[in-house]
């Protein structure tokens, strides 16, 4: 695959796939920023996500998966009542905290996490939010999968809110018994 890509335009899809899920219907394009060949014809390669799709047929399976895809576009949010940069800059509050507080519990300076949004409009932002769940594939693809920014930076606020709560109470444990996080 990877001879291919560097013969074409360094772009492919990337689906999310396990053993109790199976692979989803929606991923997104993986394009190739950089590569380096390895000595045993192996790649080191580093990847941008771009736009989302929807499978909408198998081409083929071998010997890797070609599909004909539905591109996705999120869909204008909510009525019009609620405020999407107003929200974007929430959850962007909600990870500074978190940073803040994953930062402490880990014995690192508490220092301020800084422009998170780098001036993203909601949308982008809601994706690099999500990008950031690294260890919750799952849930990153439930955000992959919605169309909605609104709905999305809903249920990122959510998921760092719970973050926050495990974080405050683990912070807590470890104030009143200091000696048992720096014993392991």
Same mark, same amino acid.
């Given at each position: 695959?990877?001879?291919?890509?560097?013969?074409?335009?360094?772009?492919?899809?990337?689906?999310?796939?396990?053993?109790?899920?199976?692979?989803?219907?929606?991923?997104?394009?993986?394009?190739?920023?950089?590569?380096?060949?390895?000595?045993?014809?192996?790649?080191?390669?580093?990847?941008?996500?771009?736009?989302?799709?929807?499978?909408?047929?198998?081409?083929?399976?071998?010997?890797?998966?070609?599909?004909? =895809?539905?591109? !996705?576009?999120? &869909?204008?949010? *909510?009525?019009? @009542?609620? /405020?999407?940069?107003? #929200?974007?800059?929430?959850?962007?509050?909600?990870?500074?905290? =978190?940073?803040? !507080?994953?930062? &402490?519990?880990? *014995?690192?300076? @508490?220092? /301020?996490?800084?422009? #998170?949004?780098?001036?993203?409009?909601?949308?982008?932002?809601?994706?690099?939010?999500?990008?950031?769940?690294?260890?919750?594939?799952? @849930?990153?693809?439930?955000?992959?999968?919605?169309?909605?920014?609104?709905?999305?930076?809903?249920?990122?606020?959510?998921?760092?809110?719970?973050?926050?709560?495990?974080?405050?109470?683990?912070?807590?444990?470890?104030?009143?018994?200091?000696?048992?996080?720096?014993?392991?």
């Amino acid at each position: 695959m990877m001879h291919t890509l560097l013969e074409t335009d360094l772009r492919f899809g990337v689906i999310y796939t396990d053993a109790t899920t199976g692979t989803a219907d929606v991923g997104c394009v993986g394009e190739v920023v950089k590569h380096e060949r390895l000595a045993d014809d192996r790649f080191f390669i580093i990847c941008k996500g771009q736009e989302r799709f929807r499978v909408s047929k198998v081409v083929r399976t071998k010997p890797y998966l070609v599909a004909e =895809v539905v591109w !996705l576009e999120d &869909r204008p949010s *909510g009525n019009g @009542e609620e /405020d999407l940069e107003g #929200l974007a800059n929430e959850v962007e509050g909600h990870m500074k905290d =978190v940073i803040r !507080l994953s930062n &402490r519990l880990n *014995g690192k300076p @508490e220092k /301020d996490a800084g422009d #998170l949004r780098r001036n993203l409009f909601p949308t982008p932002f809601s994706f690099f939010v999500g990008s950031t769940f690294e260890g919750a594939p799952r @849930e990153q693809q439930a955000l992959l999968e919605l169309e909605d920014t609104m709905v999305r930076l809903k249920r990122e606020k959510e998921t760092l809110r719970n973050t926050l709560n495990y974080l405050s109470a683990a912070s807590a444990v470890k104030d009143v018994f200091p000696s048992s996080s720096s014993s392991s």
